[in-house]
């Protein structure tokens, strides 16, 4: 059974860091993009960055985000990161880490975790 | 960047109706499109993905279709629990994107 568990979020001054960790288990972690994707309070879906999967893809981001978060993955704790520096009040946001459907075939997603909330706010 | 648009915002229908809900892309996502349900205070869930497949244990109600940038999907023989909020994607290009949903009441 696939299972994506985050940790890390919390309440955040204005222009402090977080990291975000998703531990997956129930399938081959090395072999599929994993992804965050991010949601408002009361808002849509909003994806923020992507690390690729079998190729080794460079990491991906939204440009509200470039510069100021980094993925990273750890395949030995089959694991995935954000980390998030800079942050604003408009990151404020449900995040969920999301996995691909099947590597190469476009980026949509068949499992998310059950999402960890980051509040920015003094 | 390809901005997906969701029609209609709010979609009431009476149980055991059908639903059609659409969404329009500002250039060609090919078949390069998915959707989701999400219900309050859960994790989106993924119903079909390259515009028409269905997602592994969706049933047969909910049908997708269309291709370039016109995209359709129907929920036929309404059950209460169909009541949430439903997301568009396009994955054809970076950066990803999402419609802004539409939110279907079953009353």
């Known amino acids: 059974e696939v299972q994506l568990l985050e940790s890390g979020g919390g309440l955040i001054q204005p222009g402090g860091s977080l990291r975000l960790s998703c531990a997956a288990s129930g399938f081959t972690f090395s072999n599929f993009a994993m992804s965050w994707v991010r949601q408002a309070p009361g808002k849509g879906l909003d994806w923020v960055s992507t690390?690729?999967?079998?190729?080794?893809?460079?990491?991906q981001y939204a440009n509200s985000v470039r510069g100021r978060f980094t993925i990273s993955r750890d395949m030995s704790k089959n694991t995935v990161y954000l980390q998030m520096n800079s942050l604003r009040a408009e990151d404020t946001a449900m995040y969920y880490c999301?996995?691909?459907?099947?590597?190469?075939?476009?980026?949509?997603?068949?499992?998310w975790g059950q999402g960890i909330l980051v509040t920015v706010s003094s | 960047e390809i901005v997906m648009t969701q029609s209609p915002a709010t979609l009431s229908v009476s149980p055991g109706g059908g639903a059609t809900l659409s969404c329009r892309a500002s250039q060609t996502t090919l078949n390069k499109l998915a959707w989701y349900q999400q219900k309050p205070g859960q994790a989106p869930r993924l119903l079909i993905y390259d515009a028409s497949t269905r997602a592994t244990g969706i049933p047969a109600r909910f049908t997708g279709s269309g291709f370039g940038t016109e995209f359709t999907l129907t929920i036929s023989s309404l059950l209460s629990e169909d009541s949430a909020v439903y997301y568009c994607q396009q994955y054809i290009d970076w950066p990803v994107t999402f419609g802004q949903g539409t939110r279907l009441e079953i009353k």
């Open positions: 690390i690729g999967g079998p190729r080794g893809d460079d990491p």
């Open positions: 999301a996995k691909e459907v099947l590597a190469g075939t476009g980026l949509k997603f068949d499992f």
